[in-house]
């Protein structure tokens, strides 16, 4: 067929193809061709104007524009093309169109590693941007994957913006619906890419529990070695001015709740 075609063309019968086609557009099954066939003549059908329906070409295979299809001619494909392809050379669809292979699906996202392959680019590039590695994109990758959940190399979970259920549903669970009611997709500007640590000295929440179950109030100055140095026993600005000794803590995180 696809001879034919091009035979028909060197002789200058364009125009008879089309024509040739649309002669037996009533003797024309759809079911006879591929869906992504049909879906690619209703985007030219909404192209054109008219309303996305596929009983349109059910009906009349060939249908115009005028009777609520698509003009070949006016087609991005053109005329040569669609004649071809309403004579079931499909061959000369995929071409232009190749079927999308196992081989040529992309993966939710190509740089991950393990089971992080499962997790959308969105999600992969929020939890580079919570942790604090600052290697190449692929040792941090690895680095992620190999502990997720740890404050070095990973990202503690409770001391970010989102808090420690968000990335417990997100990651262990795995419910993406949860990370996209949060950040809907297509809207970066929303996303808040703050430092997960503020400057210091400030006040934060302390724990020596991951989830904060008890938490203080302290005025932190440094972040050493994955540990929070804060003095010790200064709630405010004021009593650390008077002390001099410290004491460490695992965990911090901005202030969430005002402590009695």
């Given at each position: 067929m696809k001879d034919i075609v091009a035979l028909l063309a060197l002789l200058g019968g364009l125009d008879k193809l089309e024509e040739l086609a649309k002669e037996h557009s009533k003797a024309i099954d759809t079911k006879d061709f591929p869906q992504e066939v049909l879906d690619k003549m209703m985007d030219n059908q909404e192209l054109q104007g008219n309303k996305r329906d596929q009983s349109v070409f059910e009906?009349?295979?060939?249908?115009?524009?005028?009777d609520g299809g698509f003009d070949w001619k006016l087609s991005p494909e053109g005329g040569q093309f669609w004649g071809a392809v309403s004579n079931k050379a499909f061959d000369v669809f995929y071409e232009k169109y190749p079927k999308e292979t196992s081989e040529s699906?992309?993966?939710?996202?190509?740089?991950?590693?393990g089971d992080l392959k499962e997790f959308p680019s969105e999600i992969i590039?929020?939890?580079?941007?919570?942790?604090?590695?600052?290697?190449?994109?692929s040792e941090a990758l690895?680095?992620?994957?190999?502990?997720?959940?740890?404050?070095?190399?990973?990202?503690?979970?409770?001391?970010?913006?989102?808090?420690?259920?968000?990335?417990?549903?997100?990651?262990?669970?795995?419910?993406?619906?949860?990370?996209?009611?949060?950040?809907?997709?297509?809207?970066?500007?929303?996303i808040d890419k703050t430092p997960v640590d503020p400057?210091?000295?400030?006040?934060?929440?302390?724990?020596?529990?991951?989830?904060?179950?008890?938490?203080?109030?302290?005025?932190?100055?440094?972040?050493?070695q994955g540990r929070y140095l804060a003095w010790y026993d200064a709630r405010t600005f004021e009593e650390a001015e008077?002390?001099?000794?410290?004491?460490?803590?695992?965990?911090a995180r901005p202030i969430q709740k005002q402590q009695s």
């Open positions: 009906l009349k295979f060939t249908a115009c524009k005028r699906i992309p993966m939710l996202d190509s740089r991950a590693i590039d929020m939890m580079l941007e919570r942790s604090s590695i600052k290697y190449e994109i690895e680095s992620l994957q190999r502990n997720r959940k740890a404050s070095s190399p990973g990202f503690l979970w409770s001391s970010t913006t989102e808090g420690h259920r968000f990335w417990d549903d997100v990651i262990s669970d795995r419910k993406f619906d949860v990370f996209f009611e949060k950040y809907p997709k297509g809207s970066d500007t929303d400057e210091f000295p400030c006040l934060m929440e302390v724990s020596d529990d991951e989830d904060f179950r008890n938490t203080s109030t302290r005025v932190v100055f440094m972040k050493k008077k002390q001099l000794n410290i004491l460490s803590w695992s965990f």
